[in-house]
């Protein structure tokens, strides 16, 4: 028995020694804290903002709808307003977010007039809106224009009021 705990002892006494050895001189973990000195902290290290509240990536766009602008009889000038430059902000904003994305924008007319000219004049309609988009930052390259001329009525050709809604211009994001 006594060579038990003698044994005991000695396996006990050699694993601290070695641990105290492996700790504190090898790794260097045992020393005792030093008191260091903390450099004086300026005002152009500090953190201006709330950086609990603000989130850490950046929002997903949201994918805007389809945008329609109308033109009147045989024009392709249109007037920009709040509607059209919030769906710019939009559609810029998920066209930045997505690189595959493309803004696509058809030309439409209404039935007067033949086919070959409503074809050219909704070109010049979808052209009139590329160029907005472009001088407002949408790269040329990110949008694709079309013309459907009269071949996609959104209403009767046969009344006035019909006419009109087919004269326009189909804005969509195409991913």
């Known amino acids: 028995m006594k060579i038990l705990i003698i044994g005991f002892l000695a396996f006990f006494g050699w694993s601290a020694l070695s641990t105290h050895l492996y ?50 009889f045989d024009k392709s000038e ?8 919030k769906y710019f902000n939009e559609s810029n904003t998920y066209l930045n977010q997505n690189s595959q994305a493309r803004l696509s924008i058809t030309g439409h007319t209404d039935a007067i007039g033949t086919d070959e000219y409503n074809q050219a004049l909704g070109y010049r309609r979808a052209q009139s809106v590329q160029r907005y988009f472009e001088s407002k930052g ?28 087919n004269r326009r211009t189909v804005i969509t994001i195409k991913k």
């Not at 950086?51 to 994918?63: C, I, Q, S, Y």
């Not at 249109?78 to 430059?85: E, K, L, T, V």
């Not at 949408?138 to 809604?165: F, Q, V, W």
């Open 23 to 72: 700790v504190c001189k090898i790794k260097g973990l045992c020393s005792e804290p030093a008191a260091k000195q903390i450099e004086m902290v300026n005002n152009k290290d500090t953190i201006a903002v709330d950086t609990l509240r603000k989130p850490l990536a950046a929002e997903e766009a949201v994918l805007p709808g389809n945008l329609n602008i109308y033109f009147a």
């Open 78 to 85: 249109f007037n920009s307003d709040a509607g059209i430059d």
């Open 138 to 165: 949408i790269s040329a390259n990110k949008i694709i224009i079309e013309s459907k001329g009269e071949k996609a009525p959104l209403d009767d050709n046969n009344t006035a009021a019909g006419r009109t809604n």
